[in-house]
């Protein structure tokens, strides 16, 4: 469970990232920082009870992580305003998802 945990840490930094590198390399450290705060997302587990438990999927269970409320960080993709955050929201997403399917094989 721990080099898991530090695997879905280090992909929350490394694929926004890498994305900012091929995508807006123009502005990459801005599009990485701005992608890298919508880690705050996660505040949303402090409202459950343990705050962390590792054998929890994030998918449907946070507030912020509802499936309805990502189809709306999806529509922020789509916008040039809101595109970075959007991009940012949908990856942690995905990559929450992917934690989800991880936890299951373990």
């Known amino acids: 469970m721990m080099f898991r945990a530090f695997i879905h840490i280090f992909l929350h930094v490394a694929i926004p990232g890498m ?7 123009n ?23 343990p705050i962390y438990d590792a054998t929890r999927c994030s998918i449907g269970f946070h507030p912020l992580h509802q499936y309805p409320i990502i189809v709306f960080y999806a529509l922020l993709a ?5 595109r970075l955050i959007g991009v940012g929201l949908v990856i942690h997403m995905i990559l929450d998802g992917i934690d989800c ?3 299951q094989y373990d």
């Open 101 to 103: 399917l991880w936890m």
């Open 27 to 49: 502005i990459l450290m801005r599009a990485w920082l701005v992608m890298l705060a919508t880690t705050l997302i996660d505040l949303d587990h402090l409202l459950a009870d």
């Open 78 to 82: 789509l916008w040039p305003k809101t």
């Open 19 to 25: 994305v900012a590198w091929v995508s807006f390399r």
